[in-house]
């Protein structure tokens, strides 16, 4: 049985940077109904720990989800766009895990990248991300923690190859927060 992407894509106006992750999680693992649901995946405290040296900074009063607002907030903000390289999958398991995902339909660049004409660069959040990326965009795969470029409609676009945010991908917080960093000044969006 298929299953269609609940969110589509976040692409504000100003957006320089668009993230792709592979495809969300099970409903039942969301803490918030925005990218990076899943309360034991890292993205958002990457983000707090890089921009406002908080790693708790997008939690909510909980303490047991992230909070939504807060998250589109700092998207608008900052120009970062957010979406899936996955439209409609085949869950082998019932699971988050992107190795059980059977991507039945890819997203479409053209019609992205046609909505967000600032987009300077496209971020890949995990292996099967990437796998999916480049069977809808020329490009090599960069190695993880940089980048390479490709031309796609005669607009160059940097993509870069970051570490998954989620916890299953063997590397400490603190590591993490460091390539994403790095991404982040070469982009001009942190100093």
């Not at 609940?6 to 504000?12: A, I, K, Q």
């Not at 958002?44 to 589109?72: C, L, P, Q």
Request: charged share 25%; aromatic share 14%.
């Amino acid at each position: 049985m298929t299953e269609q992407h609940p969110l589509g894509f976040f692409l504000p106006d100003n957006t320089k940077l668009l993230m792709l992750g592979s495809f969300p999680p099970p409903k039942a693992r969301w803490s918030m109904n925005f990218f990076y649901p899943n309360f034991q995946n890292d993205m958002w405290r990457i983000f707090g720990i890089i921009f406002y040296a908080d790693k708790n900074y997008f939690i909510n009063a909980s303490g047991k989800a992230f909070d939504e607002k807060k998250a589109k907030m700092f998207c608008h903000e900052k120009g970062v766009g957010l979406g899936d390289t996955a439209m409609e999958v085949i869950r082998l398991k019932e699971n988050a895990s992107d190795k059980f995902l059977e991507v039945v339909t890819p997203f479409d660049p053209e019609d992205v990248l046609a909505k967000i004409p600032l987009c300077e660069a496209i971020v890949i959040t995990g292996q099967k991300a990437m796998d999916t990326l480049r069977t809808v965009l020329q490009v090599d795969e960069p190695k993880v923690g940089s980048y390479t470029t490709c031309v796609f409609n005669r607009r160059e676009l940097k993509v870069y190859r970051m570490p998954s945010s989620s916890r299953a991908y063997p590397k400490p917080l603190q590591d993490k927060a460091k390539d994403y960093k790095k991404m982040f000044q070469q982009m001009g969006f942190i100093i």
